[in-house]
């Protein structure tokens, strides 16, 4: 209940000058990581190295493409800015792979810009996702075995790295293609990284979390499933089907969900997270971008490195920013 308040003065505070900050709830002396460790799964909950419950906070990057807009903000300054502004604890490079500009046309520099964040969010301390950020992934599982198998090579023995196979498939079958190519892909990392934490894409961009959990991923620890919402669309009836996802034992994450802020106040926001907080999910805002769309957090034009003004920030990011400030891990 104590958070239904938290969050009622956080969306109706939200649009003003907010610096105010619960150190008590959020210590940032201490780097996220430091405090918490690596990150396990334990039946349907997410622990830290203590085995204690956590979520986290943060934000998701934009489409990594070539030419798309999104890439100018994949700079090690906005992952500092996001830490220290935001207080966010964790962030996702989006990497795109099959549209144009993507990895499978230019896999140097999309593997840069996600280095790029990986390395600025070790640095910080902040927990880190590496997305395939792809709707048709099992065309192309050889490319995300090779990918996901660097990763884990350069970057495995960090508590702060997250795995995410697959965005957002499709509406296709779950126990006949999706997790075939997680089953392939999941292998091939654990082979070289026996325990970071790896989170799987659900049919129907990653809504159907519980087809996941009438068919689950055995044999592999530390597995949990993706799910997304968008407040305009997905409402009571996604948490419905969330929460008996989680009481049928997978461990749920939220790599994306994107309000448009409502002018600044959004009642549906405020529900998916009172929702994440009483199950202890963690979650990344779409998107770090400036492109002239609802879920934008920056205006057109906005630095690329930070240090952004309340008028630097789309209603849907004034929105996100309260919550990510005032998250309790
Ligand atoms: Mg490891």
Redesign the pocket.
């Known amino acids: 209940m104590l958070l239904f308040f938290i969050f009622t003065s956080i969306i109706i505070s939200c649009g003003e000058k907010n610096d105010s900050k619960d150190t008590a709830l959020m210590p940032q002396d201490t780097a996220v990581v430091d405090l918490h460790g690596?990150l396990q799964v334990i039946g349907n909950s997410i622990v830290d190295k203590n085995s204690e419950p956590v979520s986290f906070a943060g934000n998701s990057f934009f489409w990594s493409n070539d030419n798309w807009g999104g890439e100018r903000y994949y700079t090690p300054e906005v992952v500092s800015w996001l830490k220290e502004d935001w207080h966010t604890t964790i962030v996702r490079a989006s990497m795109g792979v099959e549209d144009p500009g993507g990895y499978l046309d230019n896999k140097t520099v999309n593997k840069n810009r996600v280095k790029t964040i990986v390395d600025a969010a070790i640095e910080e301390g902040l927990y880190v996702i590496i997305d395939w950020h792809s709707h048709h992934a099992e065309d192309n599982t050889s490319e995300a075995v090779q990918f996901f198998q660097e990763m884990a090579a350069l970057y495995?023995?960090?508590?702060n790295?997250i795995y995410e196979l697959y965005n957002e498939p499709l509406d296709i079958s779950w126990s006949n293609i999706i997790k075939p190519y997680a089953i392939a892909v999941i292998s091939a990392i654990r082979a070289i990284?026996?325990?970071?934490l790896i989170v799987v894409g659900t049919p129907e961009w990653s809504q159907r979390v519980d087809l996941a959990a009438a068919d689950p991923i055995t044999g592999f620890p530390n597995i949990a499933y993706t799910l997304h919402f968008y407040t305009v669309h997905h409402q009571q009836w996604l948490r419905d089907r969330a929460t008996a996802a989680l009481n049928a034992g997978i461990a749920v994450f939220v790599t994306e969900w994107g309000s448009i802020g409502y002018s600044t106040v959004d009642p549906e926001a405020d529900k998916w997270m009172t929702w994440c907080f009483d199950n202890k999910i963690s979650h990344c805002n779409w998107a770090v971008n400036d492109k002239e769309e609802e879920w934008s957090i920056l205006v057109p034009g906005a630095s690329t490195t930070g240090g952004w003004s309340d008028d630097d920030l789309t209603d849907a990011g004034k929105l996100a920013r309260n919550i990510i400030r005032n998250w309790p891990e």
């Open positions: 690596l495995g023995g960090h508590d790295v990284d026996p325990d970071n």
